[in-house]
């Protein structure tokens, strides 16, 4: 018969959490456990209430929670039994000392090494699961290496593709895997046991196998690249604004070429989430690093862009509403970085608000998903602080802003001047413009940052629409924003 592999996984997250319940559901001999120094999250994993909400996942984990699938706190025990360990902590950006603001803080990484160091009495396959700069292994494996009392470690690159919202079907049908290793015998043979784990339901020619750095190099990669597209049709949807063409016609248009393709090119109030920007920055620190300055301005250009179309959505907003919002109203629809998620981590709603009271507008905000709570929390918090695990975040008062979160879209949009639309959830396409307009303060604006809502049916009911990359009223042409 096979042979019983024990799997355990260093941080409950977004990532750790989803893919060892689909690794565990898949795999119903091999006993996988979760470990997380964080206490609240691992019991939220073995309550009724899973502490990250994807579709599927609850299902998924109650069909191996205490059968094969364990969450615990005892982070020692189990990676001193597994064979193989996953690390799967978060990797954030650099806040102090060398490299700030660019170079991923592998603080978390470097503690779990050493632990791992520390409790291994038997040999160990170890698996990136982290998105990490290229070349991280070299230093996992000089830790491990340096303490390890004849224990052998073989380190793998298993980089994490999902996306969250989706995480569980990506997880079940992965465009593909990606495993690198040591070019060695023993490299090899570990390579070899992890493409077992995943070839019980990944068809086999979706498995890449490549050396280590390949696999470091292509997550950092794939999400510049995501990225890129997005800002390369932000880029042209100033453009678009500035000459009369309409930035939807001209992504479907180029879309259409199989070269290109159709998806990731909606234009936005710019792109959010954990991983995007945080890659990238990474990226940029690598390429300069290694002495590749043109490189690293290549790609910082597509956060250079993201950031411009953040603030030239700012300065739409505030120079059609004849250049001042302040002790305006403004209702802010969506927080959330996408829809069908919770998250707001790096969300472009914590910069177009922050913009928003930075003129002094009285700022309300509502989401489906998003707690008040959380949004004070983001309003409050310094860039790149959200990444670090909250319990070793300095607990401060958020600051004091006018800034009001509510329970449903009309109450924020009541006496408003504007609506901004900065999410693009479902029931914002459904909402009843005409009783937001007749509820809202002359002249009545919307801004679109999703391009979600006809502009011409808004302006039919009376508003002043402002849509990402589409022409412009002859208000807003008589307004020019300055960027
Ligand atoms: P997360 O912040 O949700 O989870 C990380 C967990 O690790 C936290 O619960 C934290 O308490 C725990 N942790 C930190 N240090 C630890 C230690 N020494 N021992 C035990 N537990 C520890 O982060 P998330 O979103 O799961 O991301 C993890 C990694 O995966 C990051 O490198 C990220 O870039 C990458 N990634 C994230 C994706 C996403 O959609 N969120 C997608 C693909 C990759």
Not at 26 to 50: F, H, Q, T, Y
Not at 249 to 270: H, M, Q, W
Not at 332 to 344: M, N
Not at 351 to 356: F, K, S, T
Request: overall charge negative; hydrophobic content about 40%.
């Amino acid at each position: 018969g096979r042979q019983m592999v024990k799997i355990c996984c260093i941080g409950a997250g977004y990532v750790g959490g989803p893919t060892m319940a689909v690794i565990a559901l898949k795999c119903p001999d091999m006993e996988v456990v979760v470990v997380d120094i964080s206490e609240a999250r691992i019991a939220g994993w073995n309550s009724e209430r899973l502490p990250i909400y994807e579709p599927g996942l609850d299902d998924v984990v109650k069909q191996c929670r205490g059968r094969n699938l364990f969450f615990s706190t005892d982070v020692e025990r189990y990676v001193g039994e597994a064979d193989v360990v996953f690390v799967s902590v978060n990797t954030p950006t650099k806040t102090r000392g060398l490299g700030a603001g660019k170079a991923a803080d592998l603080t978390y990484w470097e503690s779990a090494a050493r632990m791992i160091a520390d409790v291994s009495r038997s040999d160990k396959i170890v698996v990136e699961k982290s998105t990490v700069p290229v070349k991280t292994a070299e230093a996992i494996e000089k830790i491990l290496a340096h303490n390890s009392r004849g224990v052998r470690y073989q380190i793998l690159s298993n980089p994490e593709f999902l996306a969250e919202g989706t995480a569980v079907r990506d997880l079940f049908a992965p465009d593909r895997v990606l495993i690198g290793g040591r070019e060695t015998p023993e490299g090899q043979a570990a390579v070899k046991v992890l493409k077992d784990v995943y070839a019980r339901w990944v068809p086999e020619d979706r498995i890449i196998t490549t050396n280590l750095w390949s696999a470091e190099l292509s997550k950092l990669a794939a999400n510049a690249f995501l990225a890129q597209r997005i800002s390369s049709v932000n880029a042209i949807s100033a453009l678009c604004e500035a000459t009369g063409a309409d930035v939807t016609e001209v992504a479907y248009s180029i879309g259409k070429d199989s070269r290109i393709g159709p998806r990731f090119l909606s234009a936005s109030v710019g792109f959010g989430g954990s991983c995007f920007q945080k890659d990238i920055l990474n990226l940029v620190y690598i390429c300069e690093c290694y002495g590749l300055p043109e490189v690293a301005d290549y790609w910082r250009q597509v956060i250079g862009i993201n950031d411009y179309q953040k603030s030239r959505f700012v300065n739409r907003v505030v120079s059609s509403m004849f250049n001042t919002v302040a002790g305006k109203k403004v209702a802010v629809l969506g927080f959330a970085f996408k829809k069908d998620t919770g998250d707001t981590r790096e969300t472009p709603a914590i910069d177009v608000c922050r913009g928003l009271l930075g003129d002094k507008a009285v700022v309300s905000i509502y989401d489906p998903q998003v707690t008040e709570e959380q949004v004070r929390r983001d309003l409050a918090m310094n860039k790149f602080d959200w990444d670090h695990p909250r319990h070793l975040q300095p607990v401060g008062e958020p600051a004091d802003q006018p800034v009001a979160v509510t329970s449903d879209a009309y109450e924020a949009a009541r006496d408003a001047h504007a609506v901004c639309i900065l999410t693009e959830w479902e029931e914002f396409r459904n909402l009843d413009y005409g009783r937001m307009y007749d509820i809202m303060q002359k002249p009545a604006f919307v801004f679109d940052g999703r391009n979600i809502v006809d502009p011409e049916k808004l302006r039919d009911i009376g508003f002043i629409v402002y849509a990402i990359g589409k022409p412009l009223d002859q208000w807003l042409r008589d307004m020019p924003a300055v960027a």
